[in-house]
């Protein structure tokens, strides 16, 4: 089975454009998760969706959005962006539905976002 | 979720067991232990997890104490490949936080020839 596929693989962009990175999950995963890597943050939580319904949201500005599609795969997108949001954006699907009793979660190679 | 504690950094030779503790003193009865992994450069792997019982899989061993207060992930015979940062989360399923996990610091793991 296909691992989690994330799109493009490398990003450099300049300050105050807008950009938009693909996750693709699993097969038959329907709940898709966001984060952002740093050297000086670690891994945070953006967003989780679960049946195209945002269902969670880390603590990030509204410049940073997301949506999921009816076939599971999702999007986000960062608008008027900044040096400080360079990172490596990671996207992880999960097999559980939400309620369910435990979950793993499942990543992506990540997107590599270069601001300058 | 239950903070947990982790060493900043771990050796170990290569063919030898690799046992990474975690601290999770204030766990509850409903909170289950996770661990990842993240080899530089890629995205987090997932490992294993568990509830009280003892766990293994074709990766690795996880040994929770009767007391749930800690656990040590075992991997049997570390290779080279292994050397990543160890994660160790808490997370309770009856959370309305949905699937996010607090990832924490981790231990990094160096395997050595």
């Known amino acids: 089975k296909a691992g989690v596929t994330q799109t493009p693989r490398y990003l450099i962009k300049t300050r105050g454009q807008q950009v938009t990175l693909s996750c693709s999950p699993i097969?038959?995963?329907?709940?898709v998760s966001w984060y952002q890597q740093t050297p000086g943050q670690g891994l945070q939580f953006l967003f989780e969706?679960?049946?195209?319904?945002?269902?969670n949201k880390g603590n990030f500005p509204g410049r940073f959005s997301g949506r999921q599609f009816s076939n599971s795969r999702s999007e986000m997108n960062v608008s008027t962006l900044e040096l400080g949001d360079s990172a490596l954006y990671l996207c992880a699907s999960s097999p559980r539905a939400p309620g369910t009793v435990n979950y793993e979660q499942y990543f992506g190679p990540g997107t590599r976002l270069t601001v300058t | 979720d239950a903070k947990t504690t982790q060493p900043t950094s771990m050796d170990c030779a290569e063919g030898r067991a690799a046992n990474l503790p975690c601290n999770h003193s204030t766990i509850s009865g409903n909170e289950y232990v996770y661990w990842y992994r993240q080899i530089h450069s890629q995205g987090p792997q997932y490992i294993i997890h568990?509830?009280?019982n003892n766990e293994t899989n074709e990766m690795a061993s996880l040994i929770i104490t009767e007391d749930r207060k800690s656990s040590t992930l075992i991997l049997p015979h570390a290779t080279l490949r292994d050397t990543a940062v160890y994660y160790c989360i808490v997370r309770s399923w009856l959370s309305n936080s949905g699937y996010a996990l607090n990832f924490g610091k981790g231990t990094s793991l160096l395997v050595t020839p």
């Open positions: 969706y679960f049946s195209e319904t945002q269902r």
């Open positions: 568990g509830l009280k």
């Open positions: 097969s038959g995963h329907r709940s």
